[in-house]
């Protein structure tokens, strides 16, 4: 555990009681000097985690097909921002601009924008991607206000802090992180006032125990992602692990050294995350006027963009071991077992009904 975030959180909870569980998300994350993803990369062998673009180029080069797919069906654009939000490594951004080259018109029209908060991952980004001189903004509310935009968040969404409230015998109340003894623990504290407008529906007959997730922030980014799609035209897509109905479940977990932890085992050194409600995605970006194409699941929202196709592509001219790994990766990728049918996608677009390709 980090000590300056350990005592920067010990501070915060002495002097002003203990954190809802998306303040404490928010700081362990995203704290400007002690936060996890500011002095780190967290990807692949030697980080905590690894994303669908470091398991494989097909699933970037898919995701460029569906956006110059989407640029035409816009009606193609002469100047358009193409954003990302939480690049990586920029390895999802670079395998769709390698994918899309010979799309005539798409590279000219394209201005590259990467939504990134950590140094070090700006850092991997422009080396990368130097080729497209992208521009970096902090949130999503920088992006320029003229033209329409095409965004992608991939594994994004999750890492966005969630507040969780329980039922118990006297009525809902907010799980907080407070100290006890010289470490932390949960506990339980009064729901704020107006929570009725924060819990979905579900929760209204909802069992003594249960627990529901619900994330301000996640749909203030909706919010404002669809405000700006509304405004100058565009599409954007989130791909992510959850859920397309609301229900019940404490999903908040960590993640270290490609292992889940205790969430209070490895503060500052563990990824945290939750999964996604999307019906609560569609809801906030709708009301401003968006349309709404998904979800589904990631399986087959790959398989419609043609995974299976570039997978006997690539085995054509591999080796043996290489064929495997082409093999195991489309498995990952698509598989009802795996991340194909625990992740979900879903675009948001302005302007008349669209066909968008993987829905």
Same mark, same amino acid.
């Given at each position: 555990?980090?000590?300056?975030?350990?005592?920067?959180?010990?501070?915060?909870?002495?002097?002003?009681?203990?954190?809802?569980?998306?303040?404490?998300?928010?700081?362990?994350?995203?704290?400007?000097?002690?936060?996890?993803?500011?002095?780190?990369?967290?990807? &692949? =062998?030697?980080?905590?985690?690894?994303?669908?673009?470091?398991?494989?180029?097909?699933?970037?080069?898919?995701?460029?097909?569906?956006?110059?797919?989407?640029?035409?069906?816009?009606?193609?654009?002469?100047?358009?921002?193409?954003?990302?939000?939480?690049?990586?490594?920029?390895?999802?951004?670079?395998?769709?601009?390698?994918?899309?080259?010979?799309?005539?018109?798409?590279?000219?029209?394209?201005?590259?924008?990467?939504?990134?908060?950590?140094?070090?991952?700006?850092?991997?980004?422009?080396?990368?991607?130097?080729?497209?001189?992208?521009?970096?903004?902090?949130?999503?509310?920088?992006? &320029?206000?003229?033209?329409?935009?095409?965004?992608?968040?991939?594994?994004?969404?999750?890492?966005?802090?969630? =507040?969780?409230?329980?039922?118990?015998?006297?009525?809902?109340?907010?799980? =907080?992180?407070?100290?006890?003894?010289?470490?932390?623990?949960?506990?339980? &504290?009064?729901?704020?006032?107006?929570?009725?407008?924060?819990?979905?529906?579900?929760?209204?007959?909802?069992?003594?125990?249960?627990?529901?997730?619900?994330?301000?922030?996640?749909?203030?980014?909706?919010?404002?992602?669809?405000?700006?799609?509304?405004?100058?035209?565009?599409?954007?897509?989130?791909?992510?692990?959850?859920?397309? =109905?609301?229900?019940?479940?404490?999903?908040?977990?960590?993640?270290?050294?490609?292992?889940?932890?205790?969430?209070?085992?490895?503060?500052?050194?563990?990824?945290?995350?939750?999964?996604?409600?999307?019906?609560?995605?569609?809801?906030?970006?709708?009301?401003?006027?968006?349309?709404?194409?998904?979800?589904?699941?990631?399986?087959?929202?790959?398989?419609?963009?043609?995974?299976?196709?570039?997978?006997?592509?690539?085995?054509?001219?591999?080796?043996?071991?290489?064929? &495997?790994?082409?093999?195991?990766?489309?498995?990952?990728?698509?598989?009802?077992?795996?991340?194909?049918?625990?992740?979900?996608?879903?675009?948001?677009?302005?302007?008349?009904?669209?066909?968008?390709?993987?829905?």
């Amino acid at each position: 555990m980090s000590a300056e975030l350990r005592g920067y959180l010990k501070r915060q909870i002495i002097d002003h009681g203990p954190l809802d569980v998306g303040a404490f998300m928010a700081i362990a994350l995203g704290h400007p000097r002690y936060g996890y993803y500011m002095g780190r990369d967290p990807l &692949g =062998r030697g980080g905590d985690f690894t994303t669908a673009p470091e398991i494989s180029q097909m699933f970037g080069e898919l995701i460029g097909v569906w956006c110059a797919d989407t640029w035409a069906k816009l009606g193609s654009p002469e100047r358009f921002l193409l954003v990302e939000c939480g690049p990586g490594r920029g390895t999802l951004m670079a395998d769709a601009m390698r994918a899309t080259k010979k799309v005539p018109g798409f590279h000219a029209a394209a201005r590259l924008a990467l939504v990134e908060i950590s140094p070090a991952l700006r850092e991997a980004q422009a080396n990368r991607l130097s080729l497209y001189q992208p521009d970096w903004l902090a949130q999503v509310n920088d992006i &320029g206000p003229d033209g329409p935009v095409l965004l992608v968040a991939n594994e994004f969404l999750d890492a966005l802090p969630v =507040r969780q409230f329980v039922k118990t015998a006297r009525g809902w109340g907010e799980r =907080r992180v407070g100290l006890n003894g010289g470490g932390f623990a949960f506990g339980l &504290g009064p729901a704020p006032s107006g929570l009725t407008g924060l819990l979905p529906e579900a929760a209204r007959d909802a069992e003594e125990g249960s627990v529901f997730e619900v994330s301000p922030a996640r749909s203030h980014f909706a919010r404002d992602v669809a405000r700006r799609l509304a405004k100058s035209g565009g599409a954007a897509l989130f791909i992510d692990y959850g859920y397309e =109905r609301r229900a019940a479940g404490d999903t908040l977990q960590a993640v270290y050294r490609h292992d889940y932890c205790g969430v209070l085992d490895h503060i500052g050194d563990a990824d945290l995350s939750a999964h996604v409600d999307f019906e609560a995605l569609a809801e906030a970006a709708s009301k401003e006027g968006v349309l709404v194409a998904g979800p589904v699941s990631q399986g087959d929202f790959l398989q419609s963009l043609g995974i299976k196709v570039r997978a006997q592509a690539l085995a054509e001219n591999a080796s043996e071991r290489q064929k &495997g790994d082409i093999a195991s990766a489309l498995q990952r990728l698509t598989g009802k077992d795996a991340m194909g049918g625990l992740f979900r996608a879903m675009a948001i677009y302005a302007g008349d009904p669209l066909h968008l390709s993987g829905f």
